[in-house]
C-alpha cells in the first residue's frame, strides 16, 4: 500500500554512466597501454594469454564450424538415435566400432517413432 514519504521510485545512485569525456580519456589511456606493448619482449606464455584476451573482439560471434552456412531449407533434420542395448558385452562392442559402422547399424535399426523419411 502506498504510504507518504516511502522512498520507492527513488532514483538510484548506482548504475550512472560515464559521460563522454570519461569515455573518451579511458579510450585514450586503453589505446596508450596497448601501443607501449612490445610484443617481442614477452613470453610465450604471456602472448597466448594476450591473444586468449584478444580473440573475442575480433572473431564474430556466431562463427560456423565448418565455414559454410546451411539453409535451414537445405538442412535435413532427423530424430536422434536411440540404440538399446540387451548387456554390457553389446555395448563395449558398439563402442569399439568406426563411425561407419555405428552409422550403418543406426540406418539399419527399426524406428521407434513415426518419421516422414
Do not use: W
Not at 82 to 99: L, P, R, T, W
Amino acid at each position: 500500500m502506498f504510504q507518504v514519504g516511502n522512498q520507492y521510485g527513488k532514483m538510484s545512485k548506482r548504475g550512472k554512466a560515464l559521460d563522454k569525456e570519461m569515455r573518451e580519456r579511458i579510450k585514450q589511456l586503453a589505446n596508450g597501454l596497448i601501443d607501449s606493448i612490445d610484443i617481442d619482449t614477452l613470453t610465450s606464455n604471456q602472448r597466448v594469454n594476450m591473444l586468449k584476451a584478444v580473440l573475442p573482439y575480433l572473431l564474430p560471434k556466431e562463427l560456423s564450424i565448418n565455414g559454410e552456412v546451411v539453409n535451414e531449407e537445405e538442412q535435413e533434420i532427423k530424430p536422434p538415435a536411440i540404440i538399446v542395448f540387451g548387456d554390457s558385452k553389446e555395448y563395449k562392442a558398439y563402442n569399439q566400432m568406426c563411425e561407419e559402422e555405428k552409422d550403418k547399424m543406426v540406418e539399419e535399426a527399426t524406428p521407434l517413432f513415426n518419421s516422414k523419411s
